[in-house]
Structures are given as structure tokens and as C-alpha cells.
């Protein structure tokens, strides 16, 4: 019998039914999926390896990457980089597979399922950037401990990452920003502000998702939050 705790799943997993188009993308998924990080595939949690991924290069993960806009566009800008992206909304995961395919990005790779299970088995310090864009807001106050910044997240993303990496929020709702700024650096990690434009505008190589321009069509205002992993 496991011993591993339960895990309640946040958030859901399928959309619209699939278009024929992006069955067709799916199709590549069991090549460009990160192996052995479920427990099914890895009962013994065993730390993966990614310099077979990427060959030595640093790696960054974006966590839950919606439709993978921001994803393949650092990919590009950073050919000499390896991505890791967790996404369980199969949809999305669909609509990346699609995108790599048309730009021909080759340095990522994809967890079609719960970021936590990728964090079991991504070696410690091992990760040099992160990214958390547009999170599930979970608005409701007795959902709140469903958000990814809360230490049941955070304490394991901060075991992955490298000493002094840089960890990205973007958000539009004022809640998770509060929450973000009270919970983050209790689990390690310095804000890096200093003037209100370091919140206020984007960072200098970014690229606004779907996501972000609904919310400003709704008059919601985008907040860029940017942490370092703190030395111990």
C-alpha cells in the first residue's frame, strides 16, 4: 500500500470537446512529455534527469501555461534554454502541441497533469527560472488554500529552484496579490520591488496572453510580482 498523501486535484482537466486539429497535435505528446513523473510511471519518486532532457542547458518551468503563448515565446527567445511546462487542462495542452509544431521549437518539454507531481521529481536546485502567470484566482475565501501560493506549493518549487533564481507572478486580481506578497516570502523568497513600476509594468521580455488582454477588456489591472529565492 502507498504511503504517499492524498491529494485532492484543483481545477479541471477538459474543456470543449477536442477540435480534429488538435487530436492531431496530441499525437506528439508521448514525445515531447517529461517521462516517469507520475507515480504510476515513478513509485519510487525518483529525481529526473534532465541533463538527458537538455543536454546540460539551464531549465525554466512555467507552471500551468494556459495556452502556451508565453511559453514558445521565451522558447524562442531562448533557443539555448529547456522549458518544462505543467498544464493539466488537456485543451491547452492541445493548443502548445500546436504551436511547437508551427514555430518548431524543440527545447521544451510538457507534464500533461498536476504540477505538483512534477515538483516530487525535479532534483533539487535544479531549475533556474519559474513562472506563474494568471493563476486560478479561486475567489471564493474557503478555496483560497487551493492557490498555488500557499506552502503546500511553494515549499517544494522553492526546494527545486536554484539559489537565487527568479520566480514571476502575473495577476489581476488584487487578492492573490496580497496573498502572493504575504505567503512567497514566508517560504523563502526576497520581493524584489523597489519602485512601483516593478509591479506596475511588464517585465522587459514579455509577452501578454489571452488571458491578460481579457482582463484588461474588463477592466481588470495586470500586477507583475518578481521574487528571488533567497539565500539560506
Known amino acids: 500500500m502507498s504511503d504517499a498523501p492524498h491529494r485532492n486535484f484543483y481545477g479541471r482537466i477538459r474543456g470543449k470537446a477536442l477540435k480534429p486539429s488538435h487530436k492531431r497535435y496530441l499525437e506528439d505528446l508521448d514525445r515531447l512529455a517529461v517521462p516517469a513523473v507520475t507515480r504510476e510511471d515513478n513509485p519510487d519518486r525518483t529525481p529526473l534527469d534532465l541533463t538527458a532532457l537538455f543536454g546540460g542547458n539551464p531549465v525554466w518551468l512555467e507552471v500551468g501555461f494556459g495556452s502556451g503563448e508565453h511559453l514558445v515565446h521565451q522558447a524562442m527567445q531562448n533557443p539555448g534554454t529547456g522549458f518544462i511546462g505543467a498544464e493539466p487542462f488537456i485543451n491547452g495542452v492541445a493548443t502548445l502541441l500546436g504551436k511547437l509544431q508551427k514555430t518548431g521549437a524543440e527545447n521544451v518539454r510538457i507534464h500533461p497533469g498536476d504540477a505538483r507531481d512534477l515538483m516530487d521529481v525535479l532534483p533539487e536546485g535544479s ?37 537565487g533564481a527568479e520566480f514571476r507572478i502575473a495577476t489581476d486580481i488584487p487578492d492573490y496579490v496580497r496573498q502572493a506578497l504575504e505567503e512567497v516570502p514566508m517560504a523563502g523568497f526576497d520581493w524584489l520591488a523597489e519602485h512601483a513600476a516593478d509591479w506596475r509594468e511588464p517585465w522587459d521580455d514579455w509577452l501578454s496572453t489571452r488571458y491578460e488582454q481579457k482582463a484588461l477588456r474588463e477592466g481588470r489591472t495586470p500586477h507583475y510580482l518578481t521574487f528571488r529565492k533567497a539565500p539560506r
Open 127 to 163: 531549475i533556474s527560472k519559474a513562472f506563474l502567470l494568471y493563476p486560478d484566482p479561486w475567489p471564493k475565501a474557503r478555496h483560497h488554500r487551493r492557490r498555488f501560493v500557499t506552502a503546500e506549493h511553494l515549499g517544494p518549487l522553492h526546494r527545486a529552484l536554484a539559489p
